[in-house]
């Protein structure tokens, strides 16, 4: 039996990463990692009857891929009576959930934005106020590429009186 010669190896680790597709490796990876993106700190109160930034998070490009979806869920409580919009900014589409309070009342919604291909988004919302149920809202369809990072704000607007947004987060559902 002949003596092969092995080739020159300084660093086989290196070899090895070499070989593999990092990018590819970790947008596999990633693409069946579900779990929260972000969420509220202490309780957040609107002023004035603008539209109030109280939750901002981001993803990179490439993660999101048809199928997914993302679930803004948001709980809080109206001073008075009230029409409290809860406004989900995935970059320039906007999917909204819409609670009329008649008083010093409870509400909760939902916003899921469903990531049908890597430049199309629909989204729809429901919730509750008080005990009456929010009608849930048609889906809405916008572009947004998610090739690229995509910034995300949550707002919250009240139409008179203040709105205390006391629990709200942002996950990946699947």
Known sequence: ?????YPPISNPTQMA???L???AMTQTINQFVMGPIASLGPAFTTTGTSANTFMTASV????????HVL???AAGTSAAANTTTITFNFGAFVATCILVTAGAEGWWCEID???AGLAVESSVSYGVHNVTPVQAVAATNGSVSTAAAVAMTIQAT???STSTVVMATLELVR
């Open 1 to 5: 039996m002949a003596n092969l010669p």
């Open 17 to 19: 990463m070499s070989a």
């Open 21 to 23: 597709d990092m990018a």
């Open 60 to 67: 990179n490009g490439g993660i999101l891929l048809a199928g």
């Open 71 to 73: 679930r803004l869920k």
């Open 113 to 115: 934005v469903v990531i």
């Open 158 to 160: 009240a139409s008179a």
